[in-house]
């Protein structure tokens, strides 16, 4: 499986560029499933003979509809608890590196050109492990700290102008994910090909639309940040970055259900830690700036 997300061109689970999951569902017996359900047949991933499902009473018979009742899980695939370990070590990281950017960083101009290199490091890193074929725990972590220090300063500036906007934000981000996870899982959303390259597109639209409108705030075009302005307008912006992220969270989702259902490898679980931190990370600073706007310019 593979999702990009359009600011870091993130992979999910992938071999030899295969887009495997959406509408592929493995199925017991029949002589295609060994070579077009498993995204992971003829790979050195591949389990021996044929579908791993095959036989199987409790292979899932629709991955579109929530989590199927699975067998015990052969040693060495991911799992559920695989993928909860490592999110936790990820997401873990991220908090360590923003609580100590807040306490030992002053709100200074220099305090906030350090958040922006942070930042740009957290991209690089991002990007290097976007582009290998494995997950690499190292550069993971490395991206989830230099990505809390930014978090962590951004926090504390928005702090010390809206009193509690990052806590707002912090629930806010959690009922957003809450409630994304919900509806994927009641069946509210399906996660196909059609949905994936849609949303992307729409995605993709977004991104380069912000892109634009930051170079014009830069050479004094557009007054206030243009569509990022904290008026009516950077709100109705800010829901539509929300929702963004909770498309990025579903794909996350479906990711994840796919790559325990076909048997990914264990390190895989890494990748799937390292998209869901990175859809948390998009949504929390969307609603770092939702709650500000709505705060008022107090």
């Not at 993130?10 to 495997?20: K, T």
């Not at 359900?37 to 899932?60: E, F, S, W």
């Amino acid at each position: 499986m593979r999702s990009s997300n359009p600011v870091f061109s993130r992979r999910g689970f992938s071999r030899d560029n295969g887009y495997a999951g959406f509408n592929t569902a493995p199925q017991a017996g029949g002589p295609a499933v060994g070579t077009q359900g498993n995204p992971y047949a003829g790979t050195p991933h591949a389990p021996q003979g044929g579908n791993p499902y095959a036989q199987n009473p409790y292979a899932p018979q629709d991955l579109q509809h929530g989590a199927p009742p699975q067998a015990p899980p052969a040693a060495g695939r991911m799992t559920m608890d695989d993928v909860v370990t490592r999110t936790a070590m990820t997401l873990g990281t991220v908090t360590v590196g923003a609580v100590l950017a807040w306490a030992l960083l002053p709100v200074t101009s220099s305090s906030f050109g350090l958040a922006i290199g942070s930042a740009l490091i957290a991209m690089v890193f991002a990007l290097v492990q976007a582009f290998k074929r494995k997950a690499s725990p190292p550069l993971i972590l490395a991206y989830a700290a230099f990505e809390g220090v930014f978090l962590g300063v951004i926090s504390e500036m928005f702090n010390s102008r809206w009193s509690g906007a990052p806590f707002q934000a912090v629930l806010g981000t959690m009922a957003v994910s809450g409630a994304t996870l919900l509806i994927y899982k009641a069946g509210w959303i399906r996660v196909t090909a059609r949905y994936a390259r849609i949303g992307m597109a729409i995605a993709i639209a977004f991104v380069l639309v912000m892109a634009v409108n930051l170079l014009l705030v830069v050479f004094g075009v557009a007054d206030d940040g243009g569509l990022r302005s904290m008026g009516p307008l950077g709100a109705i912006v800010g829901i539509l970055a929300i929702v963004l992220g909770a498309f990025f969270l579903t794909l996350d989702f479906k990711q994840i259900e796919d790559g325990i259902a076909y048997g990914v490898p264990r390190d895989e679980s890494w990748l799937a830690a390292f998209g869901l931190t990175m859809s948390l990370v998009w949504i929390y600073l969307e609603m770092l700036r939702l709650v500000a706007i709505f705060s008022g310019n107090d």
